[in-house]
């Protein structure tokens, strides 16, 4: 059975960096390509970056720049490095696989931007 742990979000202000973290387990990590998503309040769940299982990173225009998407595939981790992050940015995030998320989501991790 498929198990996501995400986490890393907090309260930082906008500017600001977090590092997220996604810990997966009851899969075979390395053939698959990884995504995060997010979820504002009252807005669908978005993809905001996948990486490919040879580390080919594909990012979310609102994103481009400011996030940096990595893995390890020996520890089955997947990372987002945020920076720079705007109130905007605010939402809950979860790792899936991608392009189609088709694991049970995760709890997730609330990132909150605000000053």
């Known amino acids: 059975q498929v198990q996501l742990v995400e986490s890393g979000g907090g309260l930082v202000q906008p500017g600001g960096s977090l590092r997220l973290s996604c810990a997966a387990s009851?899969?075979?990590?390395?053939?698959?390509?990884m995504g995060w998503y997010r979820q504002a309040p009252g807005k669908q769940r978005e993809m905001v970056a996948t990486i490919s299982r040879l580390n080919s990173p594909n990012y979310a225009d609102s994103v481009k720049g400011r996030f940096t998407i990595s893995r390890d595939n020996a520890k089955k981790l997947v990372y987002l490095q945020m920076n720079s992050l705007k109130p905007e940015d605010t939402a809950v995030y979860y790792c899936?696989?991608?392009?189609?998320?088709?694991?049970?989501w995760g709890q997730g991790t609330q990132v909150t931007v605000s000053s």
């Open positions: 899936n696989r991608a392009p189609s998320p088709g694991w049970d």
């Open positions: 009851g899969i075979i990590f390395n053939i698959y390509t």
